[in-house]
């Protein structure tokens, strides 16, 4: 019974990091397999299976974690919020008419990705305060209406739009909020400065956002 060749090549997105032959008679990748986009959590990323020397099939699976559990066979990959923070793989297989196989993986850690944060301001008043402009880690915007009083923290991350925050807000001040984008996972500190200027058309400005992880 003709013994059967295989070749196990461990790779990033773009250098080689460890090659172990069986035997020599396999496919050899031209090109390294490599992770297409950025890992970053709730995006999408793809698998560039590389080019092959006497392959007649490829295959790719994903695989995450420490114990490498297996997702799906698509090119693409969806990082969800429970694989932050562990490794994602890209399995290749490269097979020859022989049956001999070529395994190939690259390999991406995924990002959390950067806050999004949107504040709405609201009145107990007549008249509705609208925002003009989005806020992200370091930002300033105004919005448009009566004196605010309270503050509505939202964020776009993971889940959608959740309001995380509700607190009464003074004309003018400096307030500091603590927040995580999804329970047990980041921690953020929000700080917002605010100043009344009702005097110049009803608009009160957020003067200065900063937030950190």
């Given amino acids: 019974m003709p013994h059967r060749a295989k070749r196990l090549v461990l790779a990033t997105a773009a250098a080689t990091l460890l090659t172990a032959t069986a035997a020599a008679a396999a496919p050899v990748a031209t090109t390294q397999p490599k992770i297409l986009g950025k890992p970053i959590v709730m995006k999408t990323i793809g698998c560039d299976p590389g080019t092959w020397k006497d392959a007649v099939s490829v295959t790719r699976i994903w695989k995450y974690g420490l114990l490498g559990r297996k997702t799906t066979t698509a090119s693409r990959f969806r990082i ?6 562990n490794p994602i793989t890209c399995w290749v297989t490269a097979t020859d008419a022989a049956g001999a196989t070529t395994v190939a993986v690259a390999q991406a850690f995924p990002e959390a990705a950067p806050m999004k944060l949107r504040f709405r301001l ?11 402009g989005t806020a992200g880690p370091k930002a300033a915007f105004r919005v448009k209406g009566r004196r605010a009083r309270i503050l509505l923290l939202h964020t776009d991350y993971a889940l959608g739009r959740q309001v995380l925050i509700t607190k009464p807000v003074p004309s003018s001040g400096r307030f500091v909020f603590n927040t995580t984008d999804l329970p047990g996972r980041r921690r953020y500190t929000v700080v917002l400065q605010t100043a009344n200027s009702d005097a110049f058309d009803g608009i009160s400005r957020v003067t200065a956002l900063s937030v950190k992880r």
């Fill in 80 to 85: 969800l919020p429970a694989f932050a923070d």
């Fill in 122 to 132: 609201t009145s107990p008043a007549r008249g509705r305060i609208r925002l003009v």
